[in-house]
């Protein structure tokens, strides 16, 4: 067990762009969430899958924001058209099913500059 | 809306100082509450657990204590380490998602 994977580290695109992130869970994780987190700020949360379903999204997603977990497995987070505002780190974390919630594990981060 | 608090903001202690960073949260509906410790540009490490109808969880030289009813939770860390420098967040886990939501941070610093 490598614990959860992110890919790329670290990102610099010109405004504009589209990028992709890739989240790599746990293996035996169902839930898979996706956090943004800004300078000296905690986490906020993006977006939520139970297996390959995205149940819940938050009001930060905006439209230009877009995640996928194709086969319950791994899941990818696009973002198109990049502002400036756009620049964070981006966290993925998995955790176990649970009634009451299960200790959620976090990856390295996607470290996101747009220029 | 769910707002969680860390008091203080940034801490700097001696080493083998016992101290404790506090947590408060505004709505008590939550499911758990878990603290983590993130070093720069790193990610999230967790470092405890604690389920709603638990009162207290320990690890290694680390304790955490909730209260839900009053909205609050404490890690306390014994015997210091410089090692132990780092930003210590808590987060309570709340909705159908049971997704967390964060404080900002307590920035700790163990002067050798």
């Known amino acids: 067990d490598t614990g959860v994977s992110q890919d790329p580290r670290h990102k610099i695109t010109k405004r504009g762009q589209n990028v992709t992130f890739r989240c790599d869970p746990i293996s035996e994780h169902n839930r898979l969430y996706w956090y943004r987190q800004t300078l000296g700020q905690g986490p906020e949360f993006l977006t939520y899958f139970q297996n390959e379903a995205q149940l819940e999204k938050s009001r930060l997603l905006s439209d230009r924001f877009s995640a996928e977990r194709p086969k319950g497995s791994f899941s990818t987070l696009e973002i198109q058209r990049t502002e400036q505002g756009d620049s964070a780190m981006y966290l993925c974390a998995s955790s176990l099913p649970g009634v009451r919630g299960t200790e959620a594990f976090f990856g390295q981060g996607t470290r996101l500059t747009v220029v | 809306k769910q707002e969680v608090t860390q008091i203080p903001a940034a801490l700097s202690v001696p080493e083998g100082e016992n101290l404790v960073l506090n947590c408060s949260f505004t709505d008590s509906a939550i499911y758990n509450l878990q603290w983590f410790r993130q070093d720069p540009g790193k990610g999230l490490t967790s470092l405890l657990l604690?389920?709603?109808?638990?009162r207290e969880q320990t690890s290694g030289r680390l304790n955490a204590s909730l209260d839900k009813s009053s909205g609050r939770s404490t890690l306390y860390i014994a015997a210091s380490q410089p090692g132990d420098s780092a930003t210590y967040l808590c987060a309570v886990g709340e909705g159908s998602a049971r997704q967390l939501t964060f404080g900002s941070g307590t920035q700790l610093t163990v002067l050798p």
């Open positions: 604690i389920q709603s109808s638990q």
